[in-house]
């Protein structure tokens, strides 16, 4: 029986609400920098480079410093690193929005990075903190893991109004009203807290994090965007061996950055493992999602973000039922029936057609996220819960950074394969007609394919296009395939250790 004292009031709930405002800020921002990028490479004259780096070095510094901020939290506070951060964001939103040229951009979202690299940490430990009954804090967590969702599916619709009336600044001012009202309201609903015996924080931990996670990132994501070769390599060679030699300092210090010893518990590496594979394939689909939807069913931005709305939705719905079905079934039963749900719907992808077949991409996307939903909730509960109240930021931190290196390897390991397919279909299939050098060309990416056929005249173009999406289509289908028997695997080890 649940301790009546140990049980979240209205305060609590109060403050979940106020904690949804930064995850649900989060991903919307994210999507609607996306929409942004021809906007801004029309108005700042920003190359393809730059809008790379635009994106990525957001990307690069939120995954490389979340650990040493969630640790830092425990130290400090979680409701002031919490707070400090929504300053920060705020204020570099600002600098993004009015920035007059493309470097100062990069600089104001290296600053984003950093300062979100405090959000979700502060807010799932706060969490963890606020909500002890298990129950509670697994609906509380699938609450923030819904609105993470929110934000995703809001985003197209959020971020296409705002680019169709105002400048493409407008996208990054909607963190300031978030963030003013987070400053008001949070500390009048958020309690603090903090590790109460803190030791000493190790600086040259959060240096070795730093060279571990930023190699491992850029590496697997310059194979995605080119294909394997030695400087990407060598990058994910060196961001692994420094995680080697940051996992034996923790070993030999009394006051380690991340207390390996939450590893010993076979629950919280399930957690990790489920998350990790679950964003790996989640992320790796995604990716091919977009191509095929812009490329394939050759629809706008906008209209193809719109019509990846719905899995969201489909992540929501199973972020908030999961926890109510975990009170009448153990939590490992429940994330392993929702893996064999995500299962199938990647066999419904493996069947995608390559023209025409928009219904059924939808569905399958709807069935793959509504069976990773209860995943993300009940793992992430589990990770956070795992970890003693006082060191939750550090656990937080975990939870929220193996996902994003299991997502940059789902980009990064699937996308190649969808390019290798590629690549070996169109070694054969460029239709006569189509000069050498633009054969070349086609052959190399998809996108290269749709950009050269728009300079060759109809009845050349045509079967080219026509070949280039089969030869896609056939990579995003043996990916599907492969992620479905990749999360059918992982059910079935979340099963057997229930």
């Not at 493996?350 to 077949?357: E, H, I, K």
């Amino acid at each position: 029986m649940t301790n009546s004292a140990t049980r979240a009031g209205t305060r609590e709930w109060a403050g979940l609400a106020v904690l949804a405002l930064p995850a649900l800020l989060a991903s919307l921002e994210l999507t609607v920098t996306h929409l942004a990028l021809p906007a801004i490479a029309a108005d700042l004259g920003a190359s393809s480079t730059q809008l790379l780096w635009i994106v990525d070095v957001y990307a690069f510094l939120l995954a490389a410093v979340m650990i040493p901020l969630g640790v830092l939290g425990d130290r400090i506070g979680r409701r002031r690193l919490l707070l400090v951060g929504a300053v920060a964001y705020g204020v570099a939103s600002v600098l993004a929005a009015y920035s007059p040229d493309p470097g100062l951009l990069i600089a104001a979202r290296a600053m984003m990075g950093v300062a979100g690299a405090t959000l979700m940490p502060s807010t799932l430990s706060l969490t963890a903190a606020m909500f002890r009954d298990p129950h509670q804090r697994a609906v509380a967590i699938g609450v923030i893991i819904a609105s993470v969702s929110g934000g995703t599916a809001i985003g197209p619709l959020v971020g296409g109004w705002l680019l169709e009336h105002f400048w493409w600044g407008s996208a990054f001012l909607l963190a300031a009203p978030v963030m003013a009202v987070l400053l008001v309201i949070g500390p009048v609903v958020l309690p603090e807290h903090r590790e109460p015996h803190p030791g000493r924080l190790d600086l040259g931990s959060a240096a070795l994090v730093l060279l571990a996670v930023l190699p491992v990132v850029y590496g697997l994501k310059q194979i995605a965007a080119g294909g394997f070769g030695p400087v990407p390599a060598g990058a994910v060679v060196l961001g692994i061996t420094m995680a080697a030699v940051f996992v034996r300092r923790q070993r030999r210090l009394a006051d380690p950055l991340i207390d390996l010893g939450l590893f010993a518990g076979r629950a919280f590496r399930a957690a990790i493992a489920a998350l990790t594979v679950g964003i790996f394939v989640l992320w790796g689909s995604n990716y091919a999602i977009a191509q095929y939807l812009q490329l394939v069913e050759d629809l706008s931005p906008l209209h193809a973000g719109m019509w990846t709305a719905p899995s969201a939705v489909g992540v929501i719905a199973g972020s908030l039922l999961a926890p109510r079905v975990a009170r009448r079934l153990p939590a490992p039963v429940v994330i392993g029936a929702g893996l064999v749900v995500s299962s199938l719907g990647y066999l419904v992808l493996a069947t995608l057609l390559p023209a025409g077949d928009l219904p059924k991409l939808v569905l399958g996307a709807i069935v793959v996220s509504a069976g990773l939903g209860p995943m993300m909730a009940l793992a992430t509960a589990a990770v956070v819960g795992a970890a003693p109240v006082d060191r939750a930021g550090a656990a937080a931190s975990l939870s929220s950074t193996a996902p994003q290196i299991g997502g940059a390897f789902g980009v990064a390991i699937l996308g190649s394969i969808v390019t290798a397919v590629y690549r070996a279909a169109m070694a054969t299939a460029v239709p006569p007609g189509v000069p050498e050098a633009v054969a070349h060309v086609a052959r190399d990416n998809l996108g290269a394919a749709a950009t050269v056929a728009g300079s060759l005249p109809g009845p050349v173009a045509d079967p080219l296009l026509v070949a280039a999406r089969a030869a896609f289509t056939a990579g995003f289908r043996l990916t599907s395939l492969i992620s479905a028997v990749v999360v059918a695997l992982v059910a079935v080890l979340v099963l057997r250790r229930r």
